[in-house]
């Protein structure tokens, strides 16, 4: 069946949410996607009048919103583009992901604080958990349990709903006009296509500045070496000019959407380890499609890699990036869940390092002229004061930047913010450095993988309690005892000291992956444990020592795993690694 059939077919189902007998109407869902490239993505919907972007340019595109496993099967996900608020849930049966206006159409309450549940057909419904009006994944109204039974369940009850396309392992939805939808094709990554392919390392990360200034950070390859100092991307000492070459898309010529860039650079690149390359300077194939598609391609002697970064405009000053890495080489080696953990972690610190001095940087651009897109950039762009500089950029180095800026100056006077800018923002304090670097609400909490690591280290931490306090009675009970303890005594305590060790060494968040616990450190008291039952079989005279050892050998295991413990805990809610590592 062809797209168009497959979106009348969903029209029928689902009526269009624009009809002007309904508030709320719904849009049809599209369960097929077009294979295409990225280069093809927004043609059908791009257009120019009188030199200008159309108004709705911006909307009629597909927006990622999530990774495909960051939906969950049990409960309802909210999300936002372009200030339009969003739920997401999963069909129970289909297993596709529906999404409606994050709104209950009774008194506007958030559907995302609802719940899922099944009708007697088994159908997936989310519920308002408000006054338990539920709906379709089309947004249709099934249940208003305050309405009189013989009263029909009107269309004006019912939720918007947006088209939904499920990509390459992402979530995609659309915010335009529904009717559109069908001929819009859906972002891919060609490369994702090809036999020999992999991708992993997904994460995701709510970001407290604008959209624009997370596309000019990621665009920007010169600052890694500086900004990312201390960690696997960085080291200042190889800051270096950058040669580099651009060309516009042709649309973006045009002052049309998509507006982007494909360009080339060469950069530094560390050593991996894992996947076998030294490190090396490696010519990067850069390109950028508007709205939400960045990819650096580079190769190394065992074969090709990209770095995939999906900006996304969530409301003014505050954005979301989903980032991906892809290879075409050393494919059988996966990664394990720590190594995961640990990547992830990593992570954390790199957008750490950028985030202060972006929202200084965003606030200084719009106390020059509060615009909401930076546009006194350049102090022609529109600063209040002309003789107040904008940026000062004479490196090839900016070229990609100074490509984006100018073709946004063009397009951005129709970015449909549904706020206006505000210039108190400009001037608003500096956000506390506990809510700056927020990774629990930004990362953790959004993430199964990070989610699943930190809860695993908190019940490693109350074992450690648990097996210190423990530990401490066992040595208070074995120094006052006068008479040396009992054989039963000896074995418990090495049975309680061996299980606290054996748990430790089963989580993945222990060990040199993660790095927060050494193994040694977990195994200690396994070990006293074995040599107290030796040595008290082979020498009951020395029972008595090794009663008093084995929970001391405890206590300072689990003190120092607590401790640990607690240091990574830290790592998926707040911590200050990254300006340590930034000033080193």
Known sequence: MGLCALAVLAAA??????????????????????????????RAVASAANGKADPNAWLNLWFPVLFTHGVPDDKPIAAQVFERPLVL???????????LVDQCPHRLAPLSDGRLTTDETGATRVECSYHGWQFSGCGRCTKLPQLDGSKPILELYDAQSYPVAESQGIVYVFIGEAGRAASVPVPRVAELDEEGWIYEQDYMRDLPYDYTTLVENIIDPSHVPVSHHGTVQGDRALAQP???????????????????????TEVPLHASSRLSFAQQKAVQQVSFTAPSLLKYKFSVSAGDAC??????????????????????????????????????????????????????????????HPDGWGGAWRASSGAADAATPGYVMPADADRFVISFRKQLDRVAPSLPWRSPPSAQHAHAPPLPRTALLDRYEQHTKHCPTCLAAMELTERCLALSKAALNTALMALLVALASRTPPSARFVALAALGAGGYSAALLRAYVVGPVVGALPNKVAAAPLAAAATALVVGALAPSAAHACAVLLPLVTAGASLYAMRALETLRARFVYTEEAKALQIS
Do not use: W
């Open 242 to 264: 950058l040669a580099t070459k651009v060309k516009i898309a042709s649309e973006a010529a045009n002052g049309s959407l998509p507006i982007g860039f494909v360009g080339q």
């Open 13 to 42: 189902l689902c009526p269009s949410p624009l009809t002007p007998r309904a508030r709320h109407r719904t849009a049809q869902h599209l369960t097929a996607v077009a294979d295409v490239t990225v280069a093809a993505e927004g």
């Open 89 to 99: 849930f999963r069909d129970a049966t289909t297993k596709e992901v529906k999404c």
């Open 307 to 368: 770095a995939l970064f999906y900006p996304i405009p969530v409301a003014r000053g505050r954005s979301r990036v989903l980032v991906r890495r892809a290879r075409n080489f050393a494919t059988s080696r996966t990664m394990s869940t720590a190594a995961l953990v640990a990547k992830h972690l990593e992570n954390n610190i790199v957008f750490d390092q950028d985030m202060a001095f972006l929202r200084g940087q965003e606030a200084r651009l719009q106390a020059l």
